[in-house]
């Protein structure tokens, strides 16, 4: 049974910065989503914002006005994440405004809530629970890796990433939708917080583990998983992107978690990495981001293309020229699914 | 003034599990190492058996041997590492015997000697402390990347290497060492535990940060240095592989570590990556090495080989070889200096 919630997203809701809020709306095991809060979208239709389609989930100006309608849920999440982590001040008076209407509260930032007196003290008077999802694991609940990994036996995909916020949870899920779809058992890894908040089984928060235990954590739940449901294929959620400058990810994913082969996802009208562009950093051609991964000898074995910024002759004409360039299926996810990259693994 | 220590290896001087005794062995501004405890190699020097130069520094079969001699010491290091971090059981009745005898205990394993009630009550009753190295920085105190590490404006040399325990470190104090035997002033980031036991002042603990405050934990790390220190050159202690079964690591110092090149470290007797040679896991080539590094846009600039497993003949054999292959300086640290690695910098 799913717990109502209402998201949060303060004024980006269009923004990649609520990456957060758009991957709750499109889909979640966990929580049914019935509103989301963001002073700059009021009156608008979130799923309609998002994608084009409706959902049915109201954009409200302030949580009063929701409150108002007579609404009610039992989780406030925080749908909007910050370079860093840390928990933005002007979000309090609407986190306290949520703790007052008896919401417990979910977030996924760095920033523990409980270690917030304002915050902790108000929702121990009010009786809610702060669930703060990215809190470090204790030490004695780590695993190191071990080698187990050798024991699957089925395909493990990671979604990588040229860049940050560019899709890779996104199409994973949709790959694992058309498997599924199939009448495949298809399963994603999630390592990070909006994955767990969608509901996924198995998984990690990749980047709130200490360094040593990542890539034993990302064994142990991708092993966990094959145990368990003995799927016919496993995608793995990435992280960041190899040359992400803030926090390089993926060499984990290539090395230690038995990668078969992978699916890039890139973002042709992005120019520099998420949050860096003042510095003028630069995000490498797709050319060389296959060079990068295979020089870890794995293989690049489709991509998928974030449109954002583009008009859709000029996706389709990216499409084709990396089809052409690379010999690869390359699809654009939101616009077509991901049916064309099936072929990959079902011959 | 250095605190005098004793440093416990168990009965594995030897072997690269030794690694932290080996490093404080080849000196440390923050400790005096005085005895080892080492049952398989008592009535040795320790310096020695290391690397043929005598130290003075004696081996005891047990603690007590050493207590009877009548001496004393300030600290008991703990000089092996295990795979995981974890305390190795087999050692506590010598670290308790330790405690008895009024030192310190120094540890830098993932696990806390605090929080193993036998230890830590034994400590409390006998009014000693335990020092755990590689415990983790409380969240308020990490830093995360911003982009300053620009403003550096010497050479940043990654000491990097093809595996585990090969001499990364090493290399990197040799290479301060020979730059200040010329008048230039060289520093070097720590990135382990020994680094931070040997006494360098800038650095941060690798393997036990969080993942997402890796990158801008080096980046405070040089940048401090830079600043307090205005170096000629600053060489930053590589860890593990980039294609390390159990943990890659390296593409942080090139991607977020502003590395002008890399000296790269490879010890061509080994065949098998440290620990996982039961299972098949092959150290790649240096060619294939050096492409790697090489997709990151960073060069290599030289290297260094550990000639451990082979007759001088048969390291020099390498040593020819791969100058011819790549056309890059090479040198013997432990046999030769690393002085022929310097025309790098000094033109």
């Not at 080698?147 to 036996?153: K, L, N, P, S």
């Not at 199939?182 to 360094?211: C, S, V």
């Not at 966990?224 to 803030?246: H, M, W, Y």
Request: with cysteine.
């Amino acid at each position: 049974m799913k717990g109502k919630a209402v998201i949060y997203t303060q004024d980006k809701f269009v923004q990649n910065y609520a990456k957060t809020a758009h991957g709750l709306i499109r889909g979640s095991e966990r929580y049914e989503v019935v509103a989301v809060i963001d002073r700059a979208h009021a009156g608008q239709e979130a799923g309609t914002l998002l994608d084009g389609e409706a959902r049915a989930i109201p954009i409200f100006g302030d949580l009063q006005a929701w409150l108002e309608t007579g609404s009610e849920a039992k989780y406030f999440i925080i749908g909007i994440a910050n370079t860093g982590g840390i928990l933005d001040r002007a979000w309090f008076p609407t986190i306290k405004a949520a703790i007052h209407a008896g919401m417990d509260i979910v977030c996924g930032m760095h920033e523990s809530m409980a270690e917030i007196p304002e915050i902790a003290d108000l929702a121990r008077a009010r009786g809610v629970k702060l669930i703060d999802v990215r809190r470090p694991k204790r030490r004695e609940d780590l695993h190191f890796w071990t080698g187990e990994i050798r024991e699957v036996t089925c395909p493990i995909v990671p979604v990588l990433g040229t860049d940050c916020a560019v899709g890779k949870r996104t199409t994973a899920k949709m790959l694992v939708e058309a498997f599924r779809a199939r009448g495949k058992k298809a399963e994603m890894i999630y390592t990070g917080q909006t994955g767990w908040m969608q509901g996924w089984n198995y998984g990690f928060m990749f980047d709130a583990t200490l360094n040593d235990f990542v890539s034993g954590e990302l064994e142990h739940a991708i092993v966990t998983c094959f145990r368990q449901e003995k799927p016919d294929i496993i995608f793995v959620e990435g992280q960041a992107a190899l040359r992400n400058p803030s926090g390089p990810c993926g060499s984990e994913f290539l090395v230690s978690g038995g990668a078969t082969g992978v699916i890039l996802v890139h973002a042709p009208a992005r120019t520099f990495h998420k949050g860096w562009d003042k510095m003028n950093k630069q995000i490498a051609s797709v050319a060389s981001e296959i060079t990068l991964i295979e020089a870890y000898d794995v293989p690049v074995q489709g991509m998928a293309l974030n449109t954002m910024g583009m008009e859709s002759e000029e996706a389709k004409a990216f499409q084709a020229s990396y089809r052409a360039q690379f010999g690869l299926p390359v699809v654009l996810p939101v616009e077509e699914g991901v049916e064309d990259l099936l072929e990959i693994w079902m011959g």
